[in-house]
């Protein structure tokens, strides 16, 4: 191998694994969730729809803001509100009990939700 070649696959070599890095860097999981919906009557109508869960840092590194974010669906599919739930750190392999709720006249005709994640 001629010397530049060998810089050129240093080179290489170098951004290969800082590409990787970025690509397996943090990431959070949900592995578990449920949803309970309440009503509750009194003076005022109220409910609340309420997603619990698990969320585990699959990643090599530290998640110094790890977030749940649950969309709220009504049977049609119009948004009755979106909410979310943070950690602010969370080690490799860690877990986390995350809560989201959504409370209101309107939360009891959640019929479905989405869950998103994001980190930092």
Known sequence: MRP?????????????????????????QVREHHIVVQEY?????????VVSGVAVNTG?????????????YDYKGNV??????????????ESWGFKVELKGRDAWNVARYEITTSNK
């Open 4 to 28: 530049n070649s060998l810089f050129i696959s240093f080179i290489l070599c170098i951004l290969i694994m800082t590409a990787a890095a970025c690509i397996a860097g943090n990431e959070l």
């Open 41 to 49: 009557t009194g003076d005022t109508t109220q409910s609340s729809a």
């Open 60 to 72: 090599r590194w530290n998640i110094r803001d790890g977030r749940v974010i649950v969309s709220f």
């Open 80 to 93: 009755l509100g979106v909410n979310s739930d943070n950690k602010s750190l969370l080690g490799p392999g």
